[in-house]
């Protein structure tokens, strides 16, 4: 099966981090970063923002590239492969729409428990500044294993 290449991004502000309860779709009830799918000849970063505009009502101003995620779906044969950022400066104020309602949380207490499981092992180290490309396998929403490498920035764009 055909990976489909989605984006996500997640808001810093100081200590605070910006996350997002999914209202419908794929992955809702949880909390996450903004992001979706890229679509038909856009690049990867037109994407990130275009997502970002549509969910939480954000222009990111400037971005950077933290990590690539594979995730593995082993019941459905579903395969994503997740460009992640992280912004630190956007146009406008984050707001609740149709599919997203914003909250910030502090970066020392992010409510994992809320969020895919994966998170939980690759968000604190691309929040300490590492970059990174990862695998990870779900049977339905069960975490089954993981491969989690620190790389360097031109690993990431490609």
Known sequence: MK???CTLLFLLRGSEILL????RGFGEGFLNGVGGKIDMGETVEQ?????????IGVTPV???KVAV???VFTDNDKVMVVHTFLSYEWDGDPAETEEMAPEWFPTNSIPYERMWADDIYWLPLVLEGKLLRTSFWFTGLNLIDSNIREVEQGDLDG
């Open 62 to 64: 400037t971005h950077r």
């Open 47 to 55: 994407a990130m923002i275009r997502e970002c505009q549509e969910e």
């Open 20 to 23: 997002a309860r999914k209202k």
């Open 69 to 71: 995620h594979d995730f």
């Open 3 to 5: 990976p489909q290449h």
